[in-house]
């Protein structure tokens, strides 16, 4: 019986999950992020969709410059469905999952001539700690 060799994508995605998976369920709520999920209006769903295309994410607070109604929008819906800080954790896994997957795809679309160089690139970069902020703190989903 001849051993199956895992895909390097398939591998990398998996070292993600593995590294960024204990901060669904260990990882709490910091302090920015109850500003950004109970005291913005958007998020909260007191305002319309339409205004996280005009307004500030943190224009609640007093407005930073920072313009993010994907986030924003994004932050609504785990808002809608979740209680707890898990789920919140569990949608910025999955979306830089999804990163992981799309770089990816693009590496192997490329094609270099030596393959080999590029998927540690791919797997540094699914565990790499400069993502924390974006992975494991939910208002850094931005």
Known sequence: MQARRVSPLVAALLLG???WSPTV????FSYDDRE??????????????SAAFD??????????????PLATLSLRLDFAMWTGAAGYHATNVL???GAVLL?????RELRP???RLLWPGLALFAV???LADSVAWISGRT
């Open 36 to 49: 950004v999920l109970e005291d913005n209006p958007v998020v909260a769903g007191t305002l319309p969709l």
């Open 128 to 130: 790499h700690p400069a």
């Open 25 to 28: 369920w260990t990882g709490g």
């Open 113 to 115: 001539a030596d393959e």
């Open 17 to 19: 999950f593995l590294a």
């Open 103 to 107: 770089l990816g795809l693009l590496l």
């Open 95 to 97: 979306l830089h999952l």
């Open 55 to 68: 307004r500030d994410y943190w224009h609640h607070r007093g407005d930073a410059g920072h313009w993010r």
